[in-house]
């Protein structure tokens, strides 16, 4: 196990604040105050941290210690989700806090989906994320971010999307009127689920001509020049709300740590996030191991699978391959190679936070895996046939772990959690296309991306409007 004392303890200078901003590179290092607006450090371009000064922040003795948090559940703070752990994450006063009730999620135990993966009945737990405001985990980051816009007096906020977090963007500009949101789509590359939200909530809409990763670009250049504040989850402040998702989970097994987080792979957040959360507790001494990390990108946008498997990039004490890293994006750009998957959340080929997702495999002993996207359907489908319904995205982490299952890297009698990061109705046209009998709508939406067959599909039955052919087909179907 790596190393797991948090990065950086020198104070930005003439600030009394526990928290503070620190770049991620070991040999840069450089401080900033924590009410600085950065994407990225002046000096030497690298991504920054949230960073505290543990010794004089008030954390707990112990995690159980936060249970207390519930009998304040009547005060909005503590009954977020995430700010219920706010000694975790002292980054702004409470009187500065902004939340809309993020964070009532719930970790279910799934043997039917146990089952299906290849492990014992009682160890496999979805961790489901779609019970946030907005349907995605993003509204645990979002509320960070806001809250830390909020602290610096911001009037807009912008991020690009493919789908969840502008439809949190927007949730959040819409319900809290603190700032304006200015959303960055690309061509074709959003589920309707999700542009509804960022529609009906209100917000700009900028649609370009291009993928996910033509519109990071631009928001980032625009942001830069009209001084927008920019919420994407290369900032930091994101990652601290996203940290919570752990924290939770910890909290509903008890405070035991399981042995394997399993998280989609999309643009690094929840992998990054994950990987410092435990870090943290780790050298706060709230816990005694830190859980194993599998992060699993889709087959058609496998830059993570495709740098640490296949090539052998790692976190290196924070001096990555970054040769080995600009040989691939070149390689990609060569081909005019674009991310394709009907996971359309984590269709992402240049992942804003590759170098901490890094540093989290290090921490965590990860591993990373691609799936494809019949898998993906696949495993959608066994979750949703246990009552709780993901988007395709999601279903990632239960093929991921079947997959890792098979190879013997999980063992049956492992603790392991899969994150669930959005709601069913995200993207209802690919469970619709997956389960019906309308071949042309699936080959129209699942076809064209090399889906095949619907191993689970739950068809619709067709009988005549005949009362009596009605009920035969109960009987023979039920």
């Given at each position: 196990?790596?190393?797991?004392?948090?990065?950086?303890?020198?104070?930005?200078?003439?600030?009394?604040?526990?928290?503070?901003?620190?770049?991620?590179?070991?040999?840069?290092?450089?401080?900033?105050?924590?009410?600085?607006?950065?994407?990225?450090?002046?000096?030497?371009?690298?991504?920054?941290?949230?960073?505290?000064?543990?010794?004089?922040?008030?954390?707990?003795?112990?995690?159980?210690?936060?249970?207390?948090?519930?009998?304040?559940?009547?005060?909005?703070?503590?009954?977020?989700?995430?700010?219920?752990?706010?000694?975790?994450?002292?980054?702004?006063?409470?009187?500065?806090?902004?939340?809309?009730?993020?964070?009532?999620?719930?970790?279910?135990?799934?043997?039917?989906?146990?089952?299906?993966?290849?492990?014992?009945?009682?160890?496999?737990?979805?961790?489901?994320?779609?019970?946030?405001?907005?349907?995605?985990?993003?509204?645990?980051?979002?509320?960070?971010?806001?809250?830390?816009?909020?602290?610096?007096?911001?009037?807009?906020?912008?991020?690009?999307?493919?789908?969840?977090?502008?439809?949190?963007?927007?949730?959040?500009?819409?319900?809290?009127?603190?700032?304006?949101?200015?959303?960055?789509?690309?061509?074709?590359?959003?589920?309707?689920?999700?542009?509804?939200?960022?529609?009906?909530?209100?917000?700009?809409?900028?649609?370009?001509?291009?993928?996910?990763?033509?519109?990071?670009?631009?928001?980032?250049?625009?942001?830069?020049?009209?001084?927008?504040?920019?919420?994407?989850?290369?900032?930091?402040?994101?990652?601290?709300?996203?940290?919570?998702?752990?924290?939770?989970?910890?909290?509903?097994?008890?405070?035991?740590?399981?042995?394997?987080?399993v998280v989609p792979g999309g643009n690094l957040g929840n992998s990054s996030a994950f990987g410092k959360a435990f870090s943290e507790l780790h050298a706060l001494g709230l816990i005694d191991r830190i859980p194993r990390l599998a992060v699993i990108n889709a087959a058609g946008a496998d830059t993570l699978y495709q740098l640490v498997e296949r090539r052998g990039v790692r976190w290196n004490d924070g001096c990555p391959d970054m040769q080995a890293i600009g040989d691939y994006y070149r390689e990609l750009d060569a081909r005019s190679a674009k991310a394709d998957t009907i996971a359309s959340a984590i269709e992402i080929n240049r992942p804003v936070n590759l170098k901490k997702c890094l540093r989290a495999l290090e921490v965590c002993q990860g591993v990373v895996r691609r799936v494809s996207d019949q898998e993906i359907l696949d495993a959608k489908a066994q979750v949703g046939a246990g009552g709780i319904g993901c988007e395709p995205a999601s279903a990632a982490s239960v093929a991921g772990a079947k997959l890792l299952r098979e190879e013997g890297i999980i063992e049956p009698g492992d603790r392991v959690v899969c994150i669930l990061t959005g709601h069913q109705l995200k993207d209802p046209t690919a469970t619709v296309a997956y389960h019906t009998t309308d071949q042309d709508l699936f080959n129209e939406v699942l076809g064209s991306r090399g889906v095949r067959r619907a191993s689970f599909a739950n068809r619709a039955v067709a009988v005549p409007n005949d009362l009596e052919a009605i009920i035969r087909a109960i009987q023979l179907y039920s």
């Open positions: 196990m790596a190393d797991t004392k948090p990065v950086g303890h020198k104070r930005p200078p003439h600030t009394t604040d526990v928290a503070y901003q620190q770049c991620i590179n070991p040999l840069c290092g450089a401080v900033l105050d924590v009410r600085q607006v950065r994407t990225a450090c002046d000096r030497c371009g690298d991504l920054l941290d949230v960073q505290y000064d543990w010794d004089r922040a008030s954390v707990p003795s112990r995690l159980a210690d936060f249970e207390r948090m519930w009998a304040e559940r009547r005060a909005p703070m503590r009954f977020s989700g995430v700010w219920r752990f706010h000694e975790l994450l002292p980054f702004a006063p409470p009187d500065q806090v902004v939340t809309v009730g993020e964070g009532q999620t719930l970790l279910q135990q799934a043997d039917a989906v146990a089952q299906y993966v290849g492990v014992r009945a009682g160890r496999l737990y979805l961790q489901y994320e779609g019970m946030n405001p907005s349907g995605s985990f993003k509204d645990n980051g979002m509320c960070a971010a806001f809250t830390h816009a909020r602290m610096t007096g911001a009037s807009r906020a912008a991020c690009a999307s493919t789908g969840n977090t502008s439809a949190s963007l927007a949730m959040y500009s819409a319900v809290t009127r603190l700032m304006k949101a200015v959303i960055f789509i690309g061509s074709g590359k959003i589920a309707y689920g999700k542009l509804s939200q960022a529609l009906e909530f209100g917000a700009l809409t900028v649609q370009i001509a291009g993928d996910f990763d033509d519109a990071m670009v631009r928001v980032r250049e625009v942001s830069k020049d009209l001084g927008i504040y920019l919420v994407n989850s290369i900032n930091p402040f994101r990652l601290e709300g996203q940290k919570t998702i752990m924290f939770r989970v910890l909290e509903a097994l008890g405070w035991e740590v399981p042995d394997w987080i």
